[in-house]
Protein backbone atom coordinates (compact mmCIF):
# COMPACT_ATOMS: atom_id res chain seq x y z
CA UNK A 1 0.00 0.00 0.00
CA UNK A 2 0.68 3.55 -0.39
CA UNK A 3 1.70 5.89 2.34
CA UNK A 4 -0.51 8.28 2.98
CA UNK A 5 1.82 11.10 2.39
CA UNK A 6 2.76 9.51 -1.17
CA UNK A 7 -0.87 9.44 -1.78
CA UNK A 8 -1.41 12.96 -1.31
CA UNK A 9 1.72 13.47 -3.26
CA UNK A 10 0.18 11.44 -6.21
CA UNK A 11 -3.09 13.44 -5.83
CA UNK A 12 -1.02 16.71 -5.94
CA UNK A 13 1.33 15.95 -8.55
CA UNK A 14 -1.89 15.06 -10.77
CA UNK A 15 -3.01 18.58 -10.33
CA UNK A 16 0.15 20.40 -11.27
CA UNK A 17 0.37 18.46 -14.05
CA UNK A 18 -3.38 19.42 -14.89
CA UNK A 19 -2.88 22.99 -14.26
CA UNK A 20 0.52 23.17 -16.62
CA UNK A 21 3.23 22.55 -13.93
CA UNK A 22 5.74 20.09 -13.71
CA UNK A 23 4.48 16.78 -11.44
CA UNK A 24 7.56 16.93 -8.97
CA UNK A 25 6.36 20.29 -7.54
CA UNK A 26 2.88 18.24 -6.06
CA UNK A 27 5.34 16.77 -3.08
CA UNK A 28 3.01 16.47 -0.08
CA UNK A 29 4.45 16.70 3.59
CA UNK A 30 3.30 16.91 7.33
CA UNK A 31 2.31 20.62 8.40
CA UNK A 32 4.94 22.67 10.10
CA UNK A 33 1.89 24.42 11.52
CA UNK A 34 -0.64 21.68 13.20
CA UNK A 35 -2.72 24.11 14.45
CA UNK A 36 -3.45 25.60 11.08
CA UNK A 37 -3.69 22.08 8.88
CA UNK A 38 -2.36 18.58 8.87
CA UNK A 39 -0.35 18.53 5.49
CA UNK A 40 1.15 21.47 2.98
CA UNK A 41 2.46 21.32 -0.25
CA UNK A 42 4.23 24.48 -0.93
CA UNK A 43 5.80 23.34 -4.75
CA UNK A 44 3.79 26.06 -6.26
CA UNK A 45 6.09 28.38 -5.65
CA UNK A 46 9.10 26.80 -7.32
CA UNK A 47 6.54 26.11 -10.07
CA UNK A 48 5.31 29.52 -10.15
CA UNK A 49 9.33 30.66 -10.42
CA UNK A 50 10.04 28.54 -12.76
CA UNK A 51 6.86 29.45 -15.10
CA UNK A 52 7.19 32.43 -14.34
CA UNK A 53 3.82 32.81 -12.95
CA UNK A 54 2.19 34.35 -9.72
CA UNK A 55 2.41 31.86 -7.09
CA UNK A 56 -1.24 32.67 -5.78
CA UNK A 57 -2.46 31.76 -9.38
CA UNK A 58 -0.47 28.79 -9.42
CA UNK A 59 -1.70 27.43 -6.38
CA UNK A 60 -5.46 28.34 -7.54
CA UNK A 61 -5.50 26.32 -10.43
CA UNK A 62 -4.02 23.43 -9.10
CA UNK A 63 -6.77 23.60 -5.91
CA UNK A 64 -9.11 23.58 -9.28
CA UNK A 65 -7.56 20.73 -10.72
CA UNK A 66 -7.42 18.72 -7.99
CA UNK A 67 -9.63 15.63 -8.09
CA UNK A 68 -10.62 13.66 -5.30
CA UNK A 69 -11.85 16.58 -3.78
CA UNK A 70 -14.22 14.10 -1.44
CA UNK A 71 -10.75 12.94 0.53
CA UNK A 72 -10.47 16.52 1.68
CA UNK A 73 -12.00 18.21 4.95
CA UNK A 74 -10.21 21.31 3.66
CA UNK A 75 -7.84 22.76 1.48
CA UNK A 76 -6.82 26.47 1.12
CA UNK A 77 -4.39 28.80 -0.24
CA UNK A 78 -2.03 30.83 2.04
CA UNK A 79 0.37 33.02 2.07
CA UNK A 80 2.30 33.46 -0.86
CA UNK A 81 1.05 30.59 -2.39
CA UNK A 82 0.83 27.47 0.45
CA UNK A 83 -1.08 25.15 0.37
CA UNK A 84 -2.69 24.32 3.69
CA UNK A 85 -4.33 20.51 3.63
CA UNK A 86 -6.69 18.79 6.21
CA UNK A 87 -8.27 15.14 5.63
CA UNK A 88 -11.82 14.45 6.12
CA UNK A 89 -11.22 12.39 9.53
CA UNK A 90 -13.20 8.95 8.01
CA UNK A 91 -10.41 9.08 5.17
CA UNK A 92 -7.32 9.47 7.94
CA UNK A 93 -9.14 6.52 9.87
CA UNK A 94 -9.47 4.25 6.95
CA UNK A 95 -5.98 4.84 6.01
CA UNK A 96 -4.87 4.01 9.64
CA UNK A 97 -7.49 0.75 9.56
CA UNK A 98 -5.61 -0.06 6.13
CA UNK A 99 -1.94 -0.32 7.77
CA UNK A 100 -3.31 -2.10 10.57
CA UNK A 101 -4.17 -4.69 8.56
CA UNK A 102 -1.49 -4.56 6.09
CA UNK A 103 1.77 -7.03 6.44
CA UNK A 104 3.89 -4.27 6.30
CA UNK A 105 2.42 -2.20 8.81
CA UNK A 106 2.04 0.42 6.28
CA UNK A 107 5.45 0.89 4.70
CA UNK A 108 5.91 0.25 1.48
CA UNK A 109 9.18 -1.67 -0.01
CA UNK A 110 11.44 0.16 -1.57
CA UNK A 111 12.18 -0.49 -5.40
CA UNK A 112 14.55 -1.73 -6.72
CA UNK A 113 14.98 -4.68 -4.67
CA UNK A 114 18.57 -4.66 -3.74
CA UNK A 115 21.26 -6.85 -2.31
CA UNK A 116 22.91 -5.04 0.29
CA UNK A 117 26.07 -5.94 2.54
CA UNK A 118 26.02 -4.83 5.84
CA UNK A 119 29.49 -4.74 7.31
CA UNK A 120 29.11 -3.92 11.12
CA UNK A 121 30.46 -4.82 14.64
CA UNK A 122 33.79 -5.82 13.20
CA UNK A 123 35.45 -6.85 16.82
CA UNK A 124 39.18 -7.81 16.98
CA UNK A 125 40.72 -11.42 17.82
CA UNK A 126 42.26 -11.27 21.05
CA UNK A 127 41.86 -7.79 22.05
CA UNK A 128 37.98 -7.28 23.74
CA UNK A 129 34.97 -5.33 22.45
CA UNK A 130 35.18 -2.27 23.90
CA UNK A 131 32.06 0.63 23.71
CA UNK A 132 33.30 1.67 20.10
CA UNK A 133 32.25 -1.51 18.80
CA UNK A 134 29.17 -1.14 20.87
CA UNK A 135 27.86 1.86 18.31
CA UNK A 136 28.89 -0.06 15.39
CA UNK A 137 26.76 -2.96 16.83
CA UNK A 138 23.92 -1.12 17.95
CA UNK A 139 23.88 1.69 14.71
CA UNK A 140 24.65 -1.54 11.98
CA UNK A 141 21.80 -4.18 13.81
CA UNK A 142 19.31 -1.50 13.62
CA UNK A 143 20.21 -0.71 9.37
CA UNK A 144 19.96 -4.23 8.59
CA UNK A 145 16.58 -4.79 10.52
CA UNK A 146 15.40 -1.71 8.62
CA UNK A 147 16.70 -2.28 5.10
CA UNK A 148 15.43 -6.01 5.62
CA UNK A 149 12.06 -4.59 6.62
CA UNK A 150 12.07 -2.31 3.48
CA UNK A 151 12.14 -5.62 1.32
CA UNK A 152 16.24 -5.28 0.49
CA UNK A 153 18.10 -8.46 0.65
CA UNK A 154 20.07 -7.84 3.51
CA UNK A 155 23.41 -10.11 3.91
CA UNK A 156 24.82 -8.72 7.51
CA UNK A 157 28.78 -9.59 7.78
CA UNK A 158 31.12 -9.11 11.39
CA UNK A 159 34.38 -8.44 9.42
CA UNK A 160 36.18 -9.53 12.33
CA UNK A 161 39.76 -8.27 12.70
CA UNK A 162 41.28 -11.52 12.81
CA UNK A 163 44.61 -10.70 10.78
CA UNK A 164 46.57 -8.06 11.66
CA UNK A 165 50.44 -7.93 13.36
CA UNK A 166 48.09 -8.36 17.02
CA UNK A 167 48.78 -11.97 15.77
CA UNK A 168 52.45 -12.18 15.58
CA UNK A 169 52.78 -10.35 19.14
CA UNK A 170 50.43 -12.91 20.69
CA UNK A 171 52.53 -16.15 19.42
CA UNK A 172 55.96 -14.44 20.47
CA UNK A 173 54.26 -13.74 24.00
CA UNK A 174 52.96 -17.21 24.35
CA UNK A 175 56.16 -18.77 23.19
CA UNK A 176 58.15 -16.97 25.88
CA UNK A 177 55.77 -18.05 28.59
CA UNK A 178 54.74 -21.33 27.21
CA UNK A 179 58.04 -22.07 25.26
CA UNK A 180 57.04 -26.27 24.78
CA UNK A 181 54.34 -25.76 23.23
CA UNK A 182 54.46 -27.95 19.82
CA UNK A 183 53.04 -24.93 17.78
CA UNK A 184 56.53 -23.40 18.27
CA UNK A 185 58.57 -26.01 16.94
CA UNK A 186 58.99 -26.02 13.53
CA UNK A 187 59.97 -30.00 12.71
CA UNK A 188 56.95 -31.12 14.61
CA UNK A 189 54.58 -33.52 12.38
CA UNK A 190 51.42 -32.79 14.16
CA UNK A 191 48.90 -33.10 15.10
CA UNK A 192 48.10 -30.59 16.99
CA UNK A 193 46.26 -30.47 20.15
CA UNK A 194 42.51 -29.94 19.73
CA UNK A 195 42.10 -27.90 23.10
CA UNK A 196 43.30 -24.04 22.75
CA UNK A 197 45.99 -23.51 25.18
CA UNK A 198 44.82 -20.23 25.89
CA UNK A 199 40.95 -18.87 27.03
CA UNK A 200 39.99 -15.66 25.85
CA UNK A 201 40.55 -13.50 29.02
CA UNK A 202 44.06 -14.88 28.96
CA UNK A 203 43.85 -13.39 25.28
CA UNK A 204 42.95 -10.24 26.80
CA UNK A 205 45.12 -9.81 29.38
CA UNK A 206 48.52 -10.96 27.04
CA UNK A 207 47.74 -8.23 23.98
CA UNK A 208 48.13 -5.18 26.05
CA UNK A 209 51.20 -6.36 27.23
CA UNK A 210 53.04 -7.83 24.08
CA UNK A 211 51.32 -4.90 22.25
CA UNK A 212 53.19 -2.06 24.79
CA UNK A 213 56.83 -4.24 24.77
CA UNK A 214 56.75 -3.96 20.90
CA UNK A 215 56.23 -0.29 21.01
CA UNK A 216 59.12 0.30 23.56
CA UNK A 217 61.37 -2.57 22.12
CA UNK A 218 62.39 -2.35 18.39
CA UNK A 219 63.86 -5.85 18.78
CA UNK A 220 60.50 -7.34 19.81
CA UNK A 221 58.33 -5.81 17.11
CA UNK A 222 60.60 -7.21 14.68
CA UNK A 223 59.70 -10.63 16.12
CA UNK A 224 56.33 -9.93 16.09
CA UNK A 225 56.69 -9.25 12.34
CA UNK A 226 58.12 -12.15 11.83
CA UNK A 227 55.85 -14.41 12.80
CA UNK A 228 52.93 -12.25 11.15
CA UNK A 229 54.65 -12.54 8.70
CA UNK A 230 55.65 -16.91 9.02
CA UNK A 231 51.55 -16.88 10.13
CA UNK A 232 50.77 -15.72 6.80
CA UNK A 233 53.19 -17.65 4.60
CA UNK A 234 51.28 -20.67 6.54
CA UNK A 235 53.71 -21.99 8.84
CA UNK A 236 51.48 -24.75 10.55
CA UNK A 237 51.96 -24.33 14.03
CA UNK A 238 51.54 -21.03 14.29
CA UNK A 239 48.33 -21.61 12.23
CA UNK A 240 47.23 -23.77 14.04
CA UNK A 241 47.72 -21.34 17.33
CA UNK A 242 45.90 -19.02 15.37
CA UNK A 243 42.80 -21.25 14.90
CA UNK A 244 43.11 -21.36 18.64
CA UNK A 245 43.18 -17.28 19.24
CA UNK A 246 39.87 -17.43 16.48
CA UNK A 247 37.81 -19.78 18.00
CA UNK A 248 38.41 -18.51 21.72
CA UNK A 249 37.40 -15.11 20.47
CA UNK A 250 34.53 -15.71 18.65
CA UNK A 251 33.50 -17.79 21.18
CA UNK A 252 33.26 -14.80 23.23
CA UNK A 253 31.74 -12.18 21.15
CA UNK A 254 28.92 -14.84 19.96
CA UNK A 255 28.15 -14.26 23.71
CA UNK A 256 28.25 -10.78 23.95
CA UNK A 257 26.28 -10.24 20.57
CA UNK A 258 23.30 -12.53 21.50
CA UNK A 259 23.17 -11.02 25.12
CA UNK A 260 22.59 -7.74 22.74
CA UNK A 261 20.78 -9.86 20.97
CA UNK A 262 22.61 -9.10 17.44
CA UNK A 263 23.42 -11.85 14.63
CA UNK A 264 25.27 -11.71 11.28
CA UNK A 265 24.41 -13.51 8.84
CA UNK A 266 28.56 -14.23 7.68
CA UNK A 267 30.95 -14.33 10.62
CA UNK A 268 33.77 -13.87 7.74
CA UNK A 269 37.09 -12.37 8.96
CA UNK A 270 39.62 -10.05 7.33
CA UNK A 271 41.66 -14.00 6.87
CA UNK A 272 38.74 -15.12 4.55
CA UNK A 273 40.04 -12.84 1.86
CA UNK A 274 43.57 -13.20 2.06
CA UNK A 275 44.05 -16.27 -0.40
CA UNK A 276 42.53 -14.01 -2.90
CA UNK A 277 44.91 -11.02 -2.88
CA UNK A 278 47.20 -12.16 -4.56
CA UNK A 279 45.69 -12.71 -8.02
CA UNK A 280 43.80 -9.12 -7.35
CA UNK A 281 47.16 -7.60 -6.80
CA UNK A 282 48.42 -8.88 -9.98
CA UNK A 283 45.30 -8.06 -11.77
CA UNK A 284 45.45 -4.58 -10.80
CA UNK A 285 49.39 -4.54 -11.65
CA UNK A 286 47.98 -5.78 -14.99
CA UNK A 287 45.38 -3.49 -15.58
CA UNK A 288 48.04 -0.37 -14.72
CA UNK A 289 45.87 0.15 -12.16
CA UNK A 290 48.30 -0.81 -9.08
CA UNK A 291 51.86 1.31 -9.39
CA UNK A 292 55.51 1.02 -7.50
CA UNK A 293 56.52 3.57 -5.10
CA UNK A 294 59.27 4.13 -3.08
CA UNK A 295 59.33 -0.31 -3.14
CA UNK A 296 55.96 -0.76 -2.34
CA UNK A 297 52.95 -1.12 -4.30
CA UNK A 298 50.10 1.55 -4.31
CA UNK A 299 46.83 2.64 -5.61
CA UNK A 300 47.18 6.24 -6.59
CA UNK A 301 43.42 7.89 -5.62
CA UNK A 302 44.07 11.41 -5.97
CA UNK A 303 41.80 12.09 -8.64
CA UNK A 304 40.35 15.10 -6.68
CA UNK A 305 43.29 16.13 -4.46
CA UNK A 306 44.49 15.76 -1.61
CA UNK A 307 43.91 12.15 -1.10
CA UNK A 308 47.21 10.15 -0.43
CA UNK A 309 47.36 6.51 -2.02
CA UNK A 310 45.98 3.47 -0.95
CA UNK A 311 48.64 1.17 0.11
CA UNK A 312 48.57 -2.26 -1.12
CA UNK A 313 51.91 -4.22 -0.31
CA UNK A 314 54.38 -3.12 2.21
CA UNK A 315 57.97 -3.00 0.60
CA UNK A 316 58.91 -5.71 3.06
CA UNK A 317 56.14 -7.62 0.98
CA UNK A 318 53.42 -7.34 3.82
CA UNK A 319 49.71 -6.07 3.11
CA UNK A 320 47.40 -3.88 5.13
CA UNK A 321 44.42 -3.53 6.55
CA UNK A 322 43.47 -1.39 2.99
CA UNK A 323 44.96 -4.60 1.44
CA UNK A 324 42.04 -6.49 2.70
CA UNK A 325 39.11 -3.79 2.65
CA UNK A 326 40.01 -4.02 -0.97
CA UNK A 327 39.53 -7.86 -1.67
CA UNK A 328 36.41 -7.52 0.26
CA UNK A 329 34.95 -5.05 -1.37
CA UNK A 330 35.65 -6.84 -4.89
CA UNK A 331 34.66 -10.24 -3.24
CA UNK A 332 31.33 -8.28 -2.03
CA UNK A 333 30.88 -6.68 -5.55
CA UNK A 334 31.83 -9.04 -8.20
CA UNK A 335 31.19 -12.23 -6.53
CA UNK A 336 28.22 -11.85 -3.95
CA UNK A 337 26.46 -9.27 -6.11
CA UNK A 338 25.50 -6.63 -4.20
CA UNK A 339 24.91 -3.08 -5.26
CA UNK A 340 25.27 -1.39 -1.58
CA UNK A 341 28.15 -2.19 0.70
CA UNK A 342 27.79 -0.62 4.23
CA UNK A 343 30.34 -0.09 6.35
CA UNK A 344 28.99 0.87 9.91
CA UNK A 345 32.48 1.86 10.97
CA UNK A 346 33.83 4.96 13.25
CA UNK A 347 34.06 8.10 11.74
CA UNK A 348 37.58 8.36 12.56
CA UNK A 349 38.06 5.94 9.21
CA UNK A 350 36.94 8.38 6.84
CA UNK A 351 40.05 8.58 5.06
CA UNK A 352 40.49 5.15 4.93
CA UNK A 353 37.19 4.17 3.32
CA UNK A 354 37.43 6.85 0.96
CA UNK A 355 40.90 5.21 -0.52
CA UNK A 356 39.70 1.70 -0.54
CA UNK A 357 36.48 3.33 -2.54
CA UNK A 358 38.65 5.03 -4.67
CA UNK A 359 40.58 2.22 -5.41
CA UNK A 360 37.77 0.49 -5.98
CA UNK A 361 36.43 2.39 -8.33
CA UNK A 362 39.42 2.53 -10.73
CA UNK A 363 39.74 -1.38 -10.43
CA UNK A 364 36.07 -1.32 -11.68
CA UNK A 365 34.60 -3.04 -8.85
CA UNK A 366 32.03 -0.49 -8.40
CA UNK A 367 30.17 -0.74 -12.16
CA UNK A 368 27.22 -2.15 -10.34
CA UNK A 369 28.01 -1.11 -7.00
CA UNK A 370 28.07 1.25 -4.17
CA UNK A 371 30.33 1.60 -1.55
CA UNK A 372 29.02 3.59 1.29
CA UNK A 373 30.63 4.49 4.88
CA UNK A 374 28.32 4.98 7.36
CA UNK A 375 30.17 6.95 9.98
CA UNK A 376 29.38 7.51 13.52
CA UNK A 377 30.47 9.41 16.15
CA UNK A 378 32.39 8.87 19.28
CA UNK A 379 30.80 7.31 22.97
CA UNK A 380 32.60 10.18 24.95
CA UNK A 381 32.42 9.83 29.33
CA UNK A 382 31.98 12.68 31.73
CA UNK A 383 34.99 14.15 30.82
CA UNK A 384 34.22 14.92 27.14
CA UNK A 385 37.26 12.28 26.53
CA UNK A 386 36.58 8.80 25.02
CA UNK A 387 34.94 6.64 27.50
CA UNK A 388 37.03 4.55 29.83
CA UNK A 389 36.96 2.20 32.91
CA UNK A 390 37.92 4.08 35.79
CA UNK A 391 41.12 3.11 35.89
CA UNK A 392 41.25 4.02 32.68
CA UNK A 393 41.64 1.28 30.39
CA UNK A 394 38.90 0.58 27.64
CA UNK A 395 35.81 -0.31 29.37
CA UNK A 396 34.41 -3.88 27.81
CA UNK A 397 31.32 -4.60 26.46
CA UNK A 398 30.41 -7.46 28.63
CA UNK A 399 31.02 -5.22 31.25
CA UNK A 400 28.65 -2.43 29.68
CA UNK A 401 26.04 -4.78 29.09
CA UNK A 402 26.17 -5.55 33.04
CA UNK A 403 26.40 -1.92 34.59
CA UNK A 404 23.50 -1.13 32.45
CA UNK A 405 21.37 -3.55 33.32
CA UNK A 406 22.35 -3.37 36.99
CA UNK A 407 21.33 0.38 36.86
CA UNK A 408 18.06 -0.36 35.27
CA UNK A 409 17.57 -3.08 38.07
CA UNK A 410 18.09 -0.42 40.64
CA UNK A 411 15.60 2.36 38.41
CA UNK A 412 12.61 -0.19 38.50
CA UNK A 413 13.28 -0.71 42.15
CA UNK A 414 13.14 3.15 42.53
CA UNK A 415 9.76 3.28 40.76
CA UNK A 416 8.15 0.36 42.25
CA UNK A 417 8.25 -1.11 38.32
CA UNK A 418 7.70 -5.14 38.62
CA UNK A 419 8.44 -5.49 42.10
CA UNK A 420 5.84 -7.86 42.88
CA UNK A 421 6.64 -10.21 39.69
CA UNK A 422 8.67 -13.35 40.99
CA UNK A 423 12.70 -12.55 40.85
CA UNK A 424 13.33 -14.47 37.28
CA UNK A 425 10.89 -12.26 35.61
CA UNK A 426 12.12 -9.10 37.76
CA UNK A 427 16.12 -10.27 36.18
CA UNK A 428 14.85 -10.95 32.76
CA UNK A 429 12.61 -7.14 32.82
CA UNK A 430 15.51 -5.78 34.03
CA UNK A 431 17.84 -7.17 31.14
CA UNK A 432 15.64 -5.94 28.25
CA UNK A 433 15.07 -3.04 30.15
CA UNK A 434 19.22 -2.01 30.59
CA UNK A 435 19.86 -3.28 26.57
CA UNK A 436 16.65 -0.90 25.75
CA UNK A 437 18.37 1.83 27.52
CA UNK A 438 21.65 1.22 25.71
CA UNK A 439 20.14 1.10 22.34
CA UNK A 440 17.96 4.02 22.54
CA UNK A 441 20.63 6.42 24.15
CA UNK A 442 22.90 5.06 21.64
CA UNK A 443 20.26 5.53 18.51
CA UNK A 444 18.58 8.67 19.42
CA UNK A 445 21.61 10.69 18.66
CA UNK A 446 22.48 11.48 15.12
CA UNK A 447 24.86 8.61 14.04
CA UNK A 448 27.45 11.57 13.36
CA UNK A 449 27.12 13.41 17.09
CA UNK A 450 29.45 12.12 19.50
CA UNK A 451 27.11 11.39 22.93
CA UNK A 452 28.48 11.11 26.67
CA UNK A 453 27.85 7.61 28.25
CA UNK A 454 25.86 8.35 31.45
CA UNK A 455 23.79 5.33 32.61
CA UNK A 456 21.52 6.94 35.25
CA UNK A 457 20.40 9.40 32.21
CA UNK A 458 19.55 6.38 29.78
CA UNK A 459 18.05 4.60 32.27
CA UNK A 460 15.10 7.00 34.03
CA UNK A 461 11.61 6.06 33.13
CA UNK A 462 10.48 9.44 31.74
CA UNK A 463 11.32 11.24 28.14
CA UNK A 464 13.15 10.42 25.28
CA UNK A 465 14.94 6.42 26.79
CA UNK A 466 14.52 2.99 25.92
CA UNK A 467 12.81 2.23 29.30
CA UNK A 468 10.12 5.09 28.86
CA UNK A 469 9.46 3.43 25.44
CA UNK A 470 9.23 -0.19 26.71
CA UNK A 471 6.46 1.48 30.17
CA UNK A 472 4.57 2.78 27.10
CA UNK A 473 4.52 -0.54 24.93
CA UNK A 474 3.74 -2.85 28.10
CA UNK A 475 1.21 -0.18 29.32
CA UNK A 476 -0.53 -0.59 25.94
CA UNK A 477 -0.21 -4.82 26.13
CA UNK A 478 -2.02 -4.23 29.17
CA UNK A 479 -4.99 -2.18 27.75
CA UNK A 480 -5.32 -5.01 25.22
CA UNK A 481 -4.74 -7.86 27.97
CA UNK A 482 -8.11 -6.40 30.25
CA UNK A 483 -10.00 -5.82 27.51
CA UNK A 484 -9.53 -9.23 26.07
CA UNK A 485 -10.27 -10.78 29.82
CA UNK A 486 -13.53 -8.89 29.45
CA UNK A 487 -14.54 -10.02 26.32
CA UNK A 488 -14.35 -6.82 24.62
CA UNK A 489 -13.05 -7.13 20.83
CA UNK A 490 -11.59 -4.54 18.62
CA UNK A 491 -13.85 -3.85 15.84
CA UNK A 492 -14.07 -0.70 12.73
CA UNK A 493 -11.86 1.95 13.23
CA UNK A 494 -14.28 5.27 13.03
CA UNK A 495 -13.37 8.75 11.85
CA UNK A 496 -10.90 10.87 14.11
CA UNK A 497 -12.33 12.88 16.15
CA UNK A 498 -10.17 16.05 18.08
CA UNK A 499 -9.18 13.24 21.21
CA UNK A 500 -7.76 10.36 18.27
CA UNK A 501 -6.57 12.78 15.83
CA UNK A 502 -2.72 13.15 17.18
CA UNK A 503 -2.55 9.66 17.28
CA UNK A 504 -3.91 8.68 13.89
CA UNK A 505 -1.72 11.33 12.06
CA UNK A 506 1.09 9.71 14.29
CA UNK A 507 0.55 5.97 12.90
CA UNK A 508 0.53 7.34 9.54
CA UNK A 509 3.44 9.09 9.11
CA UNK A 510 5.62 5.92 10.12
CA UNK A 511 6.35 5.34 6.43
CA UNK A 512 7.80 8.72 6.10
CA UNK A 513 10.26 7.73 9.55
CA UNK A 514 11.75 4.95 8.37
CA UNK A 515 12.27 6.63 4.63
CA UNK A 516 14.40 8.84 6.56
CA UNK A 517 15.79 7.01 8.46
CA UNK A 518 16.64 4.85 5.26
CA UNK A 519 17.60 7.85 3.26
CA UNK A 520 20.07 9.09 5.75
CA UNK A 521 21.04 5.58 7.32
CA UNK A 522 20.04 6.88 10.30
CA UNK A 523 18.07 5.40 12.87
CA UNK A 524 17.05 8.71 15.52
CA UNK A 525 14.14 8.91 12.49
CA UNK A 526 13.20 6.03 14.13
CA UNK A 527 13.51 7.13 17.33
CA UNK A 528 11.84 10.04 16.98
CA UNK A 529 8.88 8.38 15.68
CA UNK A 530 8.81 5.87 18.29
CA UNK A 531 8.21 9.22 21.05
CA UNK A 532 6.19 10.61 18.82
CA UNK A 533 3.70 7.70 18.90
CA UNK A 534 4.19 6.68 22.58
CA UNK A 535 3.35 10.49 23.88
CA UNK A 536 0.44 10.48 20.96
CA UNK A 537 -0.83 7.37 22.34
CA UNK A 538 -0.46 9.05 25.92
CA UNK A 539 -2.34 12.00 25.10
CA UNK A 540 -5.07 9.81 23.59
CA UNK A 541 -5.37 7.88 26.37
CA UNK A 542 -5.67 10.76 28.75
CA UNK A 543 -9.03 11.87 27.04
CA UNK A 544 -10.25 8.55 26.09
CA UNK A 545 -10.27 5.98 29.27
CA UNK A 546 -11.21 2.95 26.58
CA UNK A 547 -12.08 -0.03 29.17
CA UNK A 548 -14.52 3.01 30.99
CA UNK A 549 -16.01 3.71 27.62
CA UNK A 550 -20.02 2.73 27.66
CA UNK A 551 -20.77 3.15 23.94
CA UNK A 552 -19.05 -0.57 22.58
CA UNK A 553 -18.47 0.84 18.86
CA UNK A 554 -16.76 3.85 20.48
CA UNK A 555 -14.96 1.70 22.94
CA UNK A 556 -14.63 -0.57 19.67
CA UNK A 557 -12.71 1.90 17.68
CA UNK A 558 -10.21 2.76 20.33
CA UNK A 559 -9.41 -0.95 21.20
CA UNK A 560 -8.72 -0.79 17.11
CA UNK A 561 -6.64 1.73 17.33
CA UNK A 562 -4.91 0.93 20.53
CA UNK A 563 -4.16 -2.53 19.48
CA UNK A 564 -2.87 -0.97 15.97
CA UNK A 565 -0.56 1.52 17.81
CA UNK A 566 1.06 -1.45 19.71
CA UNK A 567 2.01 -3.19 16.86
CA UNK A 568 3.22 -0.61 15.53
CA UNK A 569 5.31 0.59 18.54
CA UNK A 570 6.56 -2.79 18.73
CA UNK A 571 7.59 -2.69 14.83
CA UNK A 572 9.73 0.79 15.23
CA UNK A 573 11.64 -0.58 18.34
CA UNK A 574 12.59 -3.83 17.06
CA UNK A 575 14.36 -2.13 14.39
CA UNK A 576 15.78 -0.27 16.54
CA UNK A 577 16.78 -3.86 18.13
CA UNK A 578 14.92 -3.47 20.96
CA UNK A 579 12.70 -6.20 22.97
CA UNK A 580 9.31 -5.23 24.49
CA UNK A 581 8.46 -7.54 27.95
CA UNK A 582 5.40 -8.76 28.34
CA UNK A 583 4.84 -6.77 31.83
CA UNK A 584 6.41 -4.68 33.93
N1 LIG B 1 38.15 -4.28 13.08
C1 LIG B 1 38.04 -2.90 12.74
C2 LIG B 1 38.27 -2.02 13.98
O1 LIG B 1 38.13 -2.46 15.09
C3 LIG B 1 36.69 -2.57 12.18
C4 LIG B 1 36.37 -3.24 10.87
C5 LIG B 1 35.46 -2.42 10.03
N2 LIG B 1 35.12 -3.01 8.76
C6 LIG B 1 35.93 -2.97 7.70
N3 LIG B 1 35.54 -3.58 6.60
N4 LIG B 1 37.07 -2.35 7.71
O2 LIG B 1 38.56 -0.85 13.80
Not at 234 to 260: I, N, T
Not at 279 to 298: F, H, Q, T, Y
Not at 522 to 544: D, K, M, V
Request: charge should be neutral; proline fraction near 6%; glycine fraction near 10%.
Amino acid sequence: MLSLTDRLTRAFSAAFEKAGCPPEHGQVVESQRPDLCQFQCNGALAAAKAARRNPREVGQAVLDALEEKELFESLSLAGPGFINIRLKPGFLARHVAEMGADAALGCPPLSPREKVVVDFGGPNVAKSMHVGHLRSTILGDSLQRLFRFLGQAVVSDIHLGDWGTQMGMLIVALSRSQPGLPYFDAAFPGPYPAQAPVSVADLEEMYPRASALCKEDPAEAERARQATFELQQGRPGYRALWRHFVEVSVAAAREDFSALGVDFDLWLGESHYQDAIPGMIDELKRAGVARPSEGALVVPVDQEGGIPPLLLVKSDGGYLYGTTDLATLRERALEQRASLVLYVVDKRQGLHFEQVFRAAAKAGYLERCRGEHVAYGTVNGPDGKPFKTRSGGVMKLKDLIRMAQDEALKAMRELGVAGEYPPEEQAGIARKVGIAALKYADLMNHRGSDYVFDLAKFTRFEGRTGPYHLYAAVRVKSILRKAAEAGLEPGELLPATGREEGLMMALALFPDAAREAHRHRAPNHLCEHAFRLAQAFSGFYQQCHILGEQDPALRASWLQLARICLAQLEKVLELLGIETPERM
